[in-house]
């Protein structure tokens, strides 16, 4: 290997822009308390900002199918009488907000090249506050409506 191939730059010029995102831990604590729809919220704001919604937009879908699924598993599938059997009662708010955290994760894969870049460039990340307690409100907002709509069908 040639010595000037040491010499490279490590990040594309595309990494290396300086746009700056939420924070993980925003992304983190929106996800645990929002669940998968916010999750989703703040990781489409962050492609947003990276002008890359046109790839990202899937995400978003997918939670929105995420949350009446797994209402639908609770209450059709048999879902809270497996929870409740192995891992107790007290687990179903909790296997929801997990879901949310893997959600976070999934989103964090998506962003985890723009992360580093702004950590090594040194670009502070975006104030997640507002964004962040609007995306919990959506996604409890509708977590509620598809439980109250959808699965108790009234």
């Known amino acids: 290997m040639p010595k000037n191939d ?83 009662q007290w687990s179903i708010p909790y296997v929801y907000r997990l879901m949310g955290v893997l959600f976070f994760g999934l989103a964090y894969l998506m962003h985890r090249r723009y992360y580093r870049s702004m950590a090594l460039i040194g670009v502070p990340a975006r104030p997640g506050w507002i964004p962040g307690v609007g995306a919990v409100m959506a996604g409890m907002a509708y977590a509620f409506l598809v439980v109250e709509f959808l699965i108790n069908e009234r």
């Open 6 to 88: 040491l010499l490279q730059p490590s990040l594309s010029a595309s990494d290396a822009t300086g746009v700056s995102i939420y924070s993980t831990a925003a992304g983190y604590i929106v996800s645990y308390f929002g669940g998968p729809l916010a999750a989703a919220i703040i990781a489409l704001l962050n492609s947003f900002h990276l002008g890359r919604l046109h790839k990202d937009w899937p995400f978003g879908a997918l939670a929105l199918l995420a949350v009446p699924g797994y209402f639908k598993w609770l209450q059709v599938g048999g879902g809270q009488r497996w929870l409740s059997a192995v891992i107790g």
